[in-house]
Every structure is written in C-alpha cells, then in structure tokens.
C-alpha cells in the first residue's frame, strides 16, 4: 500500500453536523414535551481545565438549544451535599441529563457520587447500570468519547469486522468501554496498558489503533502499521518553543505518513465527546413522560 498522507477524520465538522441535527430535533420533540431538555453540570473547586471544558458543553448545549442547569460548588463541599444535589436533580423534571465534571478534590469519591445518578439521566454514561447495558449489549446511555470514537469511524465507513483492533489505555471513562463498543462491532480486539510488554510490537499489528492514554506523542509512525486507522484519544498541554498547545498520544505529522486516516488534536475526538453528551440527554428527553416525577 502506497500512502502519501493520511485522511483526516474530522470530527469537529462531524460534531457541528450532529449538533445542527439534534436542534431540528429537540425543536420537534419540544412541541410534544412542552419545555426543552435540560442538562445539570456539577462542577466542584477551581480545575482551569474543568472550567474550560464545561463553558465548551454550555456553549454547545445553547447552539442545540438545551437549557444548562450548571452548578458551581467550593472545593469543600462534602459528599453528603453532594448526594443531595443529584437525588433533587434525580427529582428534576426539568433535567434529563446530569454529569459530574472530573477530576473532583482528593476528599470526594467519585464513584459513589455516580452511583447517586438516576441511571436513565446518566448522561456521561458511566453508571454502573449502563455500563452493564454495553457489556450485555443491551440498548442504554454510553460513555461520550467511546462513543464518539464509533460515530467518526462509522461517518467514514471504516469497515471493523474482523479487523484488529488497539486500544492503548484501561480506563473506565474510555478505554474498557471502546473495548467493549470495537467487540460488538466485531473487531478483534486487544487492550495495552502501562505493563504491557513490548508496547510496539502490539501497535504494529493493528488496523486501527486507539491510543488513550495522556502522554503527549506516544505514538511514532514506527509503531504504526502501514495503512491503518489512527484515532487519537490522549489530550496533553504541553509548552515547548513554539509556546502552550494540546498534543495527542500521537505524533501526528509522521503517524500521517504511514496511516490511512487520522484524527488531529484538536479537532478530532474532543468534539466528538460533546456531542455525545448532548445526545445522550436528548435520548433521556425523548423518552420523557408527563407522569415521570416532578419538579419540587
Ligand atoms: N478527547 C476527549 O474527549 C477525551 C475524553 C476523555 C479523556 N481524554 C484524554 O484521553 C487520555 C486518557 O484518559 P483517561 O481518563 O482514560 O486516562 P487514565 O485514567 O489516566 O488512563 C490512562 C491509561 O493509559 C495507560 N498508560 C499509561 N501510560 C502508558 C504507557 N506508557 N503505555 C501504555 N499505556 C499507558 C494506563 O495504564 P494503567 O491502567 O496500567 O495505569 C491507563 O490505563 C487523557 O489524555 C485524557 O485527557 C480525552
């Protein structure tokens, strides 16, 4: 195979795409629900990297026309608030989807906050629940920036039956549920990690590869098959000469010469990732029913 340059997998324009298709469709549903779906933020302490990340998904929640319920709470708020927070929203009629921003101050536990979430507004999906529902292959919420990696391969017509498949990264935000999602597409699948051995001989054999993992340019074009499809997942601030700038996992300009198709960061997945938040409220908002609880 002769590659030039890869193809980008642009899935900033594919973002912008699905967000102008879920307007035109909260516009219909609304005249049936009688309000617009409604999105709860809890954002906890003073991340910089948080505050930019949910501005990004209230600005995209106002393009499509969901009502953001963004709530900013101290460093100190105890867990015990906390809880109490999302059982009210739980109650919320007005809110189909709520999220809790990570990272959370060292004294909260994430998990049991997760827990707290009715499963049908998990809008990140990573609810237990849910995440049982992608293990069965039963239809549920799923986790925004796996699936977002799914939609921009599947916009590209990327076939993954039998195809290898590498994941590079364990985690349960992206790398068990991309996993999981590449198996029901019948990918043959493997998932490195930090004590994989023999990192490279592991990527050379994939026909898609999924590095995310959080280390900036990871990946060098002498890791990648020839031909193969390069997703990058990983987002790093890194400052070098050229001044302060997000990095992927990948070392772009050489991984392009030796890739089919590529994604750039920025512009690739993290686009993605916001538009599958907003469409899994819009999932939760269209399944609302006039006797669900309401508003206290
Ligand atoms: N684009 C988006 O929208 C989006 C969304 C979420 C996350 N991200 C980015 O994706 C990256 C991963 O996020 P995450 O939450 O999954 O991170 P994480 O929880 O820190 O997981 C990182 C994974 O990478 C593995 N790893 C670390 N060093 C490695 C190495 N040298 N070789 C192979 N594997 C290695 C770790 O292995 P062990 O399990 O063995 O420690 C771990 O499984 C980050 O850069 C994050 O910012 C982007």
């Known amino acids: 195979m002769d590659i030039k340059t890869a193809q980008i997998l642009d899935g900033k324009a594919l973002a912008e795409r699905i967000l102008t298709e879920l307007r035109s469709r909260i516009q219909v549903l609304q005249t049936e629900v009688g309000r617009p779906p409604g999105l709860a933020v809890l954002v906890v302490g003073n991340d910089p990297a948080s505050a930019a990340y949910v501005r990004n998904k209230e600005r995209a929640c106002a393009k499509v026309g969901i009502t953001s319920f963004g709530q900013h709470f101290p460093t100190d708020t105890t867990q015990v608030e906390l809880d109490q927070v999302i059982q009210a929203l739980n109650q919320d009629a007005q809110v189909d989807g709520i999220l809790v921003q990570l990272p959370l101050p060292k004294h909260l536990d994430a998990v049991s906050l997760l827990h707290q979430i009715d499963p049908d507004k998990d809008a990140d999906g990573l609810h237990p629940v849910n995440l049982g529902r992608l293990v069965r292959g039963e239809p549920g919420l799923r986790s925004c920036t796996p699936a977002g990696v799914m939609r921009l391969l599947e916009e590209y017509d990327i076939e993954l039956q039998g195809k290898r498949a590498v994941v590079i990264g364990r985690s349960i935000l992206v790398g068990k549920p991309l996993a999981l999602m590449l198996l029901a597409a019948d990918a043959t699948v493997t998932i490195a990690h930090s004590r994989s051995s023999d990192l490279p001989a592991i990527t050379k054999q994939a026909d898609i590869l ?56 920025p512009g690739g997945v993290g686009p993605m990732t916001v538009s599958m938040l907003l469409q899994n409220t819009v999932l939760s908002y269209s399944k609302w029913r006039p006797d669900a609880p309401k508003a206290t």
């Open 210 to 265: 999924i590095p995310a993992v959080g280390r900036p340019e990871l990946i060098t074009a002498d890791m990648v098959k020839l031909g193969a499809v390069v997703v990058d997942v990983g987002i790093s601030r890194i400052t070098d000469t050229v001044g302060s700038r997000l990095v992927g996992d990948v070392q772009f300009n050489s991984v392009r010469e030796v890739a089919q198709f590529i994604t750039p960061v």
